[in-house]
C-alpha cells in the first residue's frame, strides 16, 4: 500500500483531496484507480486509511474509513548544525538522521560558516521522503538559519563537538533531550566554543579522528539515541 | 602539511618519487616546490616526511627524513554489504565509514540483489580520499563481489541484519573484530538467513524503523564500534 504526505488533513475529515501532485503521482504514475485503498500521514503521528473515491489525476479524493494514531518517540533528537559549503552533505545527512529517528534540525550561523543560507522547501522534500521511506509518522522540524548565540542563550543546556583540547564527556555518557550542536568544515570559534559551556553545554569526544561535518552530525545522532 | 598517498613506498626508502598524477597534484595544483615538506601515507600505518628535491611536475623526487609507524587500530570493523542499486549510496557509505574506522568492506552476492558489479578501483580512490581528510594512517581492504554461501562459509560467526521475525539480539549486545552482514534493498532471503543462523551468525535488531540499506550498514558500523 503506498504512502501519501499531507500536512494538511484533519484527524475528524471524512473525505481528503490530495494535491495536484500527490494525485497526479498516485494515478498517472502508481495507476491507482477507483477503490484503490491508500495510506496517508500528516507527519504528526497519524495514518489515515483512504479509499479512491473520484481517481481524477489532478484532484484525486479519498474516503477517509480509519484513522491511526501512533505514538510520539520517547527519545527527542535534536541537532543544531551549521550547513555544510556543499549542501549535499546536509541532504545526505538528513535523509540518513531522519530514518535513524531524527526529531528537529537546527542551522546555525557560525562565525566560520562557509554558507549562510539553506533551501528549506528542498530539505523539507528529503526529509519527507525518508519518513514515507523508513515507515515513521513523525516529521522532524527543520529550522531555517539562526545565529550561534541566539540559539545556544535560547537553548542552554546541550553538547557541543570542537576539535579544540579541554575538558570532554564520551558519546556513551549524553543522554537524550538536549541539543548537539556541530560546527562548521573550520570548526566552531573559540569564542563560540567558550559561550556554549558558560550556558550549560558540555563538549562530548565525538572520534580520535577527524570527522567531517555531517559524519559528526551523524555520530550525534547515534549518540542521543544511545544505541 | 599535505597528505600524499603512496601504496608501494617502502620503510626503508631513502629518496620517493611521486606518481605523475600526485606530482601534478604537488607541484602544478598545491604549488610546492624545492625544499617544501610533505607527508607520505601507504595506508599500512606508515607516516614518511619527505622533501622536494626535485619539483618536475611529473616526477617529483623527494628525500624522506624520518619514518612514523602508527599503531593498527584495537578493533577489527568488517561489513559484508549487497551494493545498493544506485551506487551513490555505497559510496557515500564508504566514505563515512572510512571516517570513523571501517577495517574492510565485503561486497556480497545475495538472492535480491539488484547489482552485482562494483567498480573498485573508484572505491579506493574514495576510501584513500576519506583516509587522508580524517587523518587515519591504515586503509580498508575492499574485497569483490562474492557469492553470500561463500562468504558466510568461509568467515562464520558473526552478525546478520534482517527484516524478518525472529530472535534478535541489541545493537549494545555485539563486541566488533566479527563480520556484519547487510542485505540488499529487497532484504536476504529466508534461505540466506538460515544459512547464516546455521554457521554461526546472530540477528541483531538494527531499528524499530525500515532502514535502507547503506543506512543499516553504517548502524553496523557504529554497533561495532561500540560507542
Redesign the interface.
Known amino acids: 500500500m503506498a504512502t501519501f504526505f499531507a500536512a494538511n488533513i484533519s484527524t475528524d475529515s471524512k473525505e481528503f483531496l490530495l494535491s495536484e501532485e500527490e494525485s497526479k503521482h498516485c494515478i498517472r504514475v502508481l495507476r491507482y484507480g477507483l477503490g484503490s485503498v491508500l495510506d496517508i500521514i500528516d507527519g504528526k503521528g497519524n495514518q489515515f486509511i483512504g479509499k479512491i473515491i473520484d481517481d481524477h489525476p489532478k484532484r484525486c479524493k479519498l474516503e477517509i474509513s480509519e484513522v491511526i494514531s501512533h505514538p510520539k518517540p520517547d527519545n527527542f533528537i535534536h541537532v543544531a548544525m551549521a550547513p555544510t559549503k556543499n549542501m549535499d552533505r546536509v541532504e ?1 545527512f538528513l535523509e ?1 538522521a531522519v ?3 531524527l526529531s528537529k534540525l537546527t542551522f546555525l550561523k557560525c562565525e566560520n560558516n562557509e554558507r549562510n543560507s539553506i533551501n528549506k522547501e528542498r530539505l523539507q522534500k528529503i526529509a519527507v521522503s525518508a519518513m514515507k ?4 509518522y513523525y516529521l522532524p522540524e527543520i529550522q531555517d538559519l539562526i545565529s550561534f548565540n541566539q540559539f545556544v542563550e535560547a537553548n542552554p543546556n546541550g553538547y557541543i563537538g570542537h576539535c579544540y583540547e579541554g575538558e570532554k564527556i564520551n ?2 555518557e549524553i543522554r537524550n533531550n538536549a541539543p548537539f550542536l556541530i560546527g562548521p568544515e573550520g570548526d566552531f570559534s573559540k569564542t563560540e566554543v567558550a559561550f556554549a559551556l558558560k550556558n550549560g553545554y558540555q563538549a562530548v569526544h565525538m ?1 580520535d ?4 561535518t ?2 559528526a552530525a ?2 550525534a545522532v ?2 542521543l539515541l544511545s ?1
Chains 1, 2 share one sequence.
Open positions: 545526505w540518513k530514518e535513524l529517528g521511506q523508513s515507515k515513521r558519546l556513551t572520534s579522528y577527524r570527522l567531517r555531517e559524519t551523524l555520530t547515534f549518540g544505541i
